[in-house]
């Protein structure tokens, strides 16, 4: 018998999108060797009953002591999807939110490709003649079809140049189609050459940030480009997209969901002359498929998107931009609890392109970083071109009649504004009609059944709907406790102003602009286009608040401040400052003045006695003061952990059990919990949760990689639904 060691056969380890912080063991398909080459392609594999697709994350020897192998259906991809940079940031966001590998990289990929789809084609389009049509050409009569037949003579021509030169060719080339003369082929698709369109002439600040973006592009850099609204933060960001792109290289632009508007990419095309691309979640799942495999392919050159944008290929990376940086949009909140901003930064330093961050109102974390010189600080301190800053005041609606909301001042400077041919914008982060449906007689209020929470009155006080879990139901014709009539609804939301407004100024236009009027495809932009420049008043929520160019908006309303004055919630000022200067920034942008009506029954809070008096810089200062002294972010780190489960003691009973795990790996950790979330009841479910602190990032990551297999494998974790955030942004 042969003394000879028996070699363990070579195996793929598959990443399956399953909420389990391991990989899965498969022999590859028969007649397949799997070598490292196999790592980033994706593989069909039973699991169970069915049937998954994961990602090959190593190759490597079976353990001897593992059980039969099952063998892999099939391996889907002559190359890897995944590699590279992109490979092994997705591996460092894996290891930094402690979250499944798995469900990272299922994460990362489109939706067509993580059902095992094949990567789709991303060919161009382009037309030529037929036989039949180079004879039949000079017998054509004179018009657009025989223009586009002498276009053609020469050979194919791209769909993309007949755009640019030849108006009204689509109608030809179906007309020389329809006669069999010419025929649509498919080309390989070569980035275009940009040419760029000139803009308006920078000013000192713009052009002193546009050198520094260009003199760091040949290697990582953060810079925080702090400019006051309407100081030509876009400007800026042209200028680095056109050098990047004279380069030869890739730029991409994050934005937050409400701020891509069709009007933000008609700016970037028609000024950096390339094809644009968007991507967000009003696409369908193939065109962002094609979209993810054009970069991937290095054929795209510039995408604006949002937050799922942080994950495309960029084989030619050159420029990485964040606008709005400090945009909570940016936190993915369930599933994977990653943060685009930061994802990207980690990407840029791996890629070697500078990172650059744009904000009027810049988060504490980035603001503290500049301070610190991990960022340099770039400062627009003015409007660009003529516009000058908004005139603020601020209303004292304490013991005064309010309408709707509405006191008698701030309808005075409406009626003002819209004499003046003005438009004007009343905010309020609230929609629906009313918050809550109250009984006078007896106080009974409308409740949701499955949270802790009101249901708000939509529909003019018909319909009840509660904004956490979306459950609804009629409104009660009278009150289910006492069975009187008296029920009112408290409280003002966008409906119930819109109404308002509309019975006071019927001779103006009144839109509402919240989720219930823009749920359809570009149905924001199809709104505001048909309200125009003519006077009119826009009644709106946080949609509203940046991203939108009104050049005669001259009058800015903020409704109902006060409910974040008084936030549980320790980021609530820093939320609250940011929102009212974004609002405040969308009048007087144009060359007529702007003002701006806040209207409190608290007009000496401090905060904002220091926004009026310093702006959000002054505030930005005293806030991390107050927040170093509290030891709150950005000088301490965070995780929080939550569960859910129908009753709370399966909530405490795990999170008791997860505190002792995380204590026994460091002692020095802050752990405050088991407590009940801030919503204590939602969907049903009853919520807690453990939240950890630590001064030091690493010792934070290091115990909890040494706790996390022991909460994995907790009795208590099966009895509840449990997720990990780290770097929380909403502690609720």
């Not at 340099?376 to 013991?399: F, I």
């Not at 409308?446 to 006080?461: E, K, L, S």
């Amino acid at each position: 018998m042969s003394d000879a060691p028996v070699h363990a056969p070579t195996v793929w380890r598959v990443a399956l999108p399953l909420p389990l912080p391991r990989l899965f063991d498969y022999r590859p398909p028969a007649g397949h060797v799997a070598t490292a080459a196999d790592v980033g392609t994706r593989a069909r594999v039973p699991f169970g009953n069915r049937e998954l697709v994961g990602v090959i994350a190593q190759v490597g020897a079976a353990s001897q002591d593992s059980p039969e192998l099952k063998t892999a259906l099939a391996g889907l991809d002559p190359e890897p999807l995944l590699h590279g940079e992109l490979l092994d940031s997705l591996l460092w966001l894996a290891r930094y939110t402690h979250a499944p590998l798995g469900e990272v990289l299922a994460t990362a990929l489109p939706a067509p490709l993580r059902r095992g789809e094949p990567l789709p084609d991303t060919h161009a389009w382009a037309w030529q003649l037929t036989e039949a049509g180079q004879t039949a050409r000079e017998r054509l009569r004179a018009g657009q079809p025989r223009r586009l037949a002498d276009r053609l003579q020469a050979g194919p021509c791209d769909e993309d140049s007949l755009d640019d030169t030849f108006d009204r060719w689509r109608s030809a080339a179906k007309a020389l189609a329809k006669r069999g003369l010419a025929e649509r082929l498919a080309v390989p698709a070569v980035p275009r050459a940009p040419t760029p369109q000139p803009g308006p002439v920078l000013n000192a600040e713009q052009q002193a940030a546009v050198d520094a973006v260009l003199a760091a592009r040949d290697g990582f850099a953060a810079l925080l480009l702090d400019g006051v609204t309407g100081s030509g933060k876009t400007e800026v960001y042209l200028h680095a997209i056109a050098d990047c792109l004279a380069r030869g290289k890739q730029a991409l632009v994050l934005v937050p969901e409400i701020g891509l508007t069709p009007q933000t990419l008609a700016r970037f095309r028609a000024r950096l002359g390339v094809p644009v691309h968007a991507l967000h979640s009003g696409l369908g799942d193939g065109e962002r498929a094609r979209t993810w495999a054009a970069f991937a392919r290095g054929e795209a050159r510039v995408v604006v998107g949002t937050r799922s944008a942080a994950f495309l290929p960029l084989p030619d990376a050159g420029l990485i931009v964040i606008d709005e940086e400090h945009d909570g949009s940016f936190k993915q909140l369930d599933g994977i609890r990653y943060h685009a901003r930061d994802f990207l930064l980690v990407r840029g330093k791996a890629l070697g392109v500078p990172v650059l961050l744009g904000s009027a109102t810049p988060s504490l974390e980035s603001l503290r970083n500049a301070q610190a010189g991990r960022y340099a600080h770039l400062r627009l301190r003015e409007r660009a071109g003529n516009a000058q800053p908004p005139r603020v005041r601020v209303v004292d609606v304490r013991k005064r009649p309010l309408e709707a909301g509405l006191s008698p001042e701030l309808l005075a400077a409406i009626e003002q504004a819209l004499a003046a041919d003005g438009q004007v914008l009343v905010f309020k982060n609230r929609r629906g009609y009313a918050p809550v449906l109250l009984c006078h007689d007896c106080g009974w209020s409308a409740q949701c059944q499955r949270c802790d929470a009101p249901m708000t009155v939509h529909a003019g006080g018909r319909r009840l709907q509660c904004h956490h879990c979306g459950a609804r139901r009629p409104a009660p014709d009278a009150c289910p406790d006492c069975g009187g009539l008296a029920l009112q609804s408290q409280g003002a939301g966008t409906e119930r102003i819109e109404e308002a407004l509309a019975a006071k100024f019927p001779e103006v236009p009144v839109l509402r602009i919240d989720r219930g009027t823009t749920q359809r495809r570009d149905a924001l932009e199809q709104h505001l286009a048909r309200f125009g420049t003519a006077r009119g008043i826009l009644v709106g929520t946080q949609m509203l608040a940046k991203g939108h160019d009104l050049p005669n908006l001259t009058l800015v309303a903020v409704v109902g401040i006060d409910e974040g004055l008084f936030s549980a919630d320790f980021r609530a000022p820093e939320k609250l400052a940011q929102l009212l200067i974004q609002v405040a920034g969308r009048a007087g942008r144009a060359d007529k003045p702007g003002e701006v009506v806040l209207q409190t029954h608290h007009p000496d809070h401090p905060l904002l006695a220091t926004l009026l008096a310093g702006g959000y810089a002054a505030f930005a200062q005293a806030e991390l003061a107050q927040r170093e002294e509290a030891a709150f972010p950005p000088f301490t780190h965070l995780a929080l952990l939550r569960a859910e489960a129908k009753h709370s003691d399966a909530c405490n009973a795990f999170l008791q059990a997860a505190r002792a795990a995380l204590r026994d790996a460091d002692a020095g950790l802050e752990l405050n919990g088991p407590l009940p979330a801030p919503m204590p009841r939602r969907a049903g479910y009853q919520r807690a949760q453990l939240l950890v602190s630590s001064p030091e990032r690493r010792a934070l990551h290091a115990a909890l990689d040494a706790a996390l297999p022991a909460i994995y494998a907790l009795p208590e974790a099966r009895r509840v639904r449990w997720s990990l955030d780290v770097d929380p942004v909403d502690l609720y």
